[in-house]
T-cell receptor
């Protein structure tokens, strides 16, 4: 059963703590993406990676970090430097040459208090 | 220049009606225009996509209309059903390997 998994579905953290969100795909896709979704703001790109060991900043990368050591995995760390970390985080992937057709995971809702 | 402007923000339509969601862009380098559908608590899923060399594309009850000269495109849902209630995002991308820019979304509710 191919797809993208994100875990956990809900995550609670105290302010000042770093937290890592998991994203795994078994679609054999080269490209992977992280988005943040806030009410009325649409989907905003945090980071994306088109190949293993390489990634680029999106529109709102400040306070976030990523790694891409394996093709299947693209974890996102929300650091304590992110001023408003509470949001719904979505991971996606696509094949090379089809970036407009992205497959999304179910999302992780992060709440920081 | 990199924005995709989407309207309305929310829309309520009676079952069987034809909701219309509009999007506009400025960057003429955009070459791919996908639409995504998202149900509450789920990730978005690609619904339909169009390129500027086509003025209209249909997939089932969903139709995209594209006006290249006006730099506008829209989604129509024919014979809308309560199960179509979701958030719809238009998007644009300059090429097949670049990131895509999403509109802010339209929350659609179809009344039974």
């Amino acid at each position: 059963d191919g797809g993208i998994t994100q875990s956990p579905k809900y995550l609670f953290r105290k302010e000042g703590q770093n937290v890592t969100l998991s994203c795994e795909q078994n679609l054999n896709h080269d490209a992977m993406y992280w988005y943040r979704q806030d009410p009325g703001q649409g989907l905003r790109l945090i980071y994306y990676s088109q190949i293993v060991n390489d990634f680029q900043k999106g529109d709102i990368a400040e306070g976030y970090s990523v790694s891409r050591e394996k093709k299947e995995s693209f974890p996102l760390t929300v650091t304590s430097a992110q001023k408003n970390p509470t949001a719904f985080y979505l991971c996606a992937s696509s094949t090379t040459g089809n970036s407009y057709e992205q497959y999304f995971g179910p999302g992780t809702r992060l709440t920081v208090t | 220049q990199q924005q995709v402007k989407q309207s309305p923000q929310s829309l309520i339509v009676q079952k069987g009606g034809i909701p219309i969601i509009n999007c506009a862009y400025e960057n003429t380098a955009f070459d791919y225009f996908p639409w995504y559908q998202q149900f509450p608590g789920k990730g978005p899923a690609l619904l339909i996509a169009i390129r500027p060399d086509v003025s209209e594309k249909k997939e089932g009850r969903f139709t995209i209309s594209f006006n290249k000269s006006a730099k506008q495109f829209s989604l129509h849902i024919m014979d809308s059903q309560p199960g179509d209630s979701a958030t719809y995002f238009c998007a644009a991308s300059p090429n097949r390997d670049d990131k895509i820019i999403f509109g802010k979304g339209t929350r659609l509710h179809i009344l039974p």
